[in-house]
């Protein structure tokens, strides 16, 4: 008889093999009366296990409603973060704890506070992609999905600090025609697409729409013909009668956008370089074989210190209020 090889896909985690993951993590998530929510840049077989689907602003808003005990965030640590400050009472788990940000990253809460501090009369309007020490010395937080909806509900006076985004911050201002102090950060991910070869691209492809997220660069952004959150994104895709798509995000969304438009061709926006750094190597850290055994384990959890949770709240509420 033939010998079937099989193996996981993720080497780093010894499981026994004849488990089947799928039916593993279903039982658990009876078990733990959990709710598993997955952001659209995670792996597809993630998406598929997942209770609930979203970008960053729909995560929250099913955060804050959920009646589950625990939380399984598949997505990256602040997004547990945002869940863990909406529900302080509930457990929540996150597959791979260094699933980080370069925008979270990129900007420490002690130094955003000094540059804070050099503009006394400024609000601080921050991307929900910061830590929650970050939030804890916000005023309003806001998303890709609501940025410029929140900065056109304040009176027209109000001077405000964007962070950590450059890229969205500047798309804010040009949306909203205000001026904006910006903290000077970025996302690798949006940052790497070619505007080069997009429009080597736009060429081969002219019956083809350039879809991009506002977390692109200027440049990308000025080619395109829809900008949008990931849901927002998804949205257009189905609701447009063209058949064929540029998609300028991480390539993860491909998936809704190919289970909701079976007759639609999307073409991933192409790096830089020939590397595959359009897809968020933070994000991919989460693995089916870590998802598994965080619930299995019930760890890592998700932490943070009562005062600081306490203070993120405040503005994280906010925007939910605002949204
Ligand atoms: P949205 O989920 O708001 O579309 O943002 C995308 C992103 O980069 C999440 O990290
Ligand atoms: Fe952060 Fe960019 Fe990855 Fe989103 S795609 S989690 S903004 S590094």
Same mark, same amino acid.
């Given at each position: ?176 025609? $205000? ?138 509420? $906010? ?5």
């Amino acid at each position: 008889m033939e010998a079937v090889l099989k193996f996981r896909k993720d080497k780093s985690v010894s499981i026994d093999l004849s488990l089947n993951l799928e039916e593993e993590i279903r039982k658990l998530k009876k078990e733990l009366n959990a709710v598993i929510l997955a952001h659209y840049y995670q792996e597809s077989e993630i998406q598929d296990l997942a209770d609930f689907i979203g970008d960053s602003l729909q995560l929250s808003q099913q955060a804050s409603k959920t009646e589950a005990e625990v939380i399984v965030f598949a997505g990256v640590h602040f997004m547990a973060e945002t869940a863990k400050i909406l529900n302080p009472g509930k457990q929540v788990l996150l597959p791979d704890l260094n699933a980080g940000c370069s925008l979270a990253e990129g900007c420490p809460a002690e130094l955003l506070k000094k540059f804070r501090d050099k503009y006394p009369d400024h609000i601080l309007i921050s991307y929900i992609n910061c830590t929650a020490d970050v939030k804890a010395i916000s005023d309003i937080i806001c998303t890709s999905s609501n940025a410029v909806k929140i900065v056109n509900k304040l009176k027209p006076d109000q001077k405000i600090i964007f962070a950590p985004d450059k890229n969205l911050g500047k798309y804010v201002m040009k949306q909203t025609g $205000r001026d904006m102090v910006l903290w000077q950060g970025s996302c690798i991910v949006h940052e790497t697409f070619s505007e080069r070869k997009i429009i080597r691209l736009k060429t081969e492809h002219p019956d083809a729409l350039l879809i991009s997220h506002p977390e692109c660069e200027e440049s990308v952004l000025a080619e395109s013909d829809f900008i949008g959150s990931t849901s927002g994104l998804l949205k257009y895709v189905t609701d447009s009668e063209n058949k064929k798509f540029i998609v300028a995000t991480e390539p993860g969304i491909i998936h809704q956008m190919l289970l909701k438009n079976k007759d639609k061709t999307f073409i991933p926006a192409p790096p830089e370089n020939n590397c595959s750094c359009n897809e968020c190597p933070y994000m991919k850290l989460n693995t089916l074989e870590k998802l598994y055994l965080c619930m299995r384990d019930r760890k890592p959890e998700l932490t943070i210190e009562k005062e600081i949770l306490e203070k993120a709240a405040i503005p994280l509420q $906010r925007m939910l209020d605002m949204s």
